[in-house]
């Protein structure tokens, strides 16, 4: 089945980076998009980004794009989120995720399948 997991989350100050990672089974990586999506604490989930594992084609949220990059590594199954120059506003559960589509969806509903979800905290 459809496994996604998460790494690389935890807290850091203001205006520094840190590197997410989700490593994807049970589907054929390299056929569909998978996405970032983040939730605040006590507000709705928001999408991020999203990238074709095929192409290679990304697509961002205006409140990330320039300071987050979203990558992948076919060899490892495995999609990164880059967040540089981070914010106390990118605060969140960060979760990746699929619906096993060749589009990208801006719809966190759209989603089927889910990781755990790594915690950001940016804090001075």
């Known amino acids: 089945q459809v496994q996604l997991v998460e790494s690389g989350g935890g807290l850091v100050q203001p205006g520094e980076s840190l590197r997410l990672s989700c490593a994807a089974s049970g589907f054929t990586f390299g056929w569909y998009v998978m996405s970032w999506v983040r939730q605040p604490p006590g507000k709705g989930p928001e999408w991020i980004s999203g990238?074709?594992?095929?192409?290679?084609?990304?697509r961002y949220a205006d409140s990330v794009k320039g300071r987050f990059t979203i990558s992948k590594d076919n060899a490892k199954n495995t999609v990164h989120l880059q967040m540089n120059s981070l914010n106390p506003e990118d605060t969140a559960v960060y979760y990746c995720a699929t619906d096993l589509s060749p589009e990208v969806s801006r719809r966190p509903s759209d989603y089927k399948y889910w990781g755990q979800g790594t915690q950001v905290t940016v804090s001075s």
């Open positions: 990238i074709d594992t095929g192409s290679g084609v990304t």
